[in-house]
């Protein structure tokens, strides 16, 4: 069955600081994997994927993800936050053998203080 | 494209009362989804379809049912409304192809009283 794991449920980082949101995953196959954010009153918008190929994925806003196989992991990253990066963001998973369904991670909010 | 549309955004219903949720996309997908979002649950796929006709269950589809009579609609009916169900509902959709993204709803925000 697959699975996405958000250890946390918030992470607070200071604007100009790099940061990085953790997301762990479980699949039967390889999978593809997914980052959203979710601004407040505003459904999701998809910020990266990964699908094969290099392990460091570029998106959008400046965010990246690093995909790690041997420690099923696909976390997201930016050199430097800003305020407007705090949002709620979501990690996805979705079986490449084609399934149709896609499992959400519960949602790490992340906190940039000026 | 108007991308993925929602209909109403907000919606109190009394306990025992029926609704229904509308989801528009104008992308031409296969694929069309609803969630619910409940706070520090993340998303939970109610029901799903991969085509005009076809629809099946997700993890939480109790006290839900839904029909895709076009490719473009995929509502969602509440029959008999509890408090549980008070949520924010998200349709989306994606393309045929699991290499592809799904495109979000703004959600419906429904308060069962």
């Known amino acids: 069955a697959q699975s996405v794991a958000q250890p946390e449920d918030q992470v607070n980082v200071a604007e100009g600081n790099p940061l990085t949101v953790k997301c762990t995953y479980s699949?039967?196959?390889?999978?593809?994997l997914f980052w959203y954010v979710q601004y407040p009153n505003r459904g999701l918008q998809f910020l990266l994927k990964?699908?094969?190929?290099?392990?460091l994925v570029k998106g959008s806003y400046g965010f990246e993800a690093e995909f790690n196989k041997s420690q099923t992991s696909f976390h997201l990253k930016k050199p430097s936050a800003l305020v407007s990066d705090s949002a709620l963001y979501f990690c996805a998973v979705r079986d490449q053998t084609g399934g149709f369904k896609t499992i959400f991670g519960a949602g790490t909010r992340l906190f940039v203080k000026a | 494209n108007a991308g993925v549309t929602q209909t109403p955004k907000f919606h109190i219903l009394k306990i025992g009362q029926s609704m229904t949720l509308q989801c528009t996309q104008d992308m031409n997908h296969n694929y069309m989804y609803w969630y619910r979002q409940d706070p520090g649950m993340g998303l939970k796929l109610i029901y799903y379809?991969?085509?005009?006709?076809?629809?099946d269950k997700g993890e939480v589809p109790n006290g839900y049912n839904v029909s895709r009579s076009t490719t473009e609609d995929f509502p969602l009916r509440l029959e008999l409304a509890a408090p549980s169900q008070t949520s924010v509902y998200f349709c989306?959709?994606?393309?045929?192809?699991?290499?592809?993204?799904?495109?979000f709803g703004p959600g419906t925000r429904l308060l069962v009283l």
């Open positions: 699949v039967s196959g390889n999978p593809y």
């Open positions: 989306a959709s994606r393309a045929t192809g699991a290499i592809e993204t799904q495109y």
């Open positions: 990964y699908i094969t190929g290099d392990n």
């Open positions: 379809s991969v085509g005009a006709g076809i629809t």
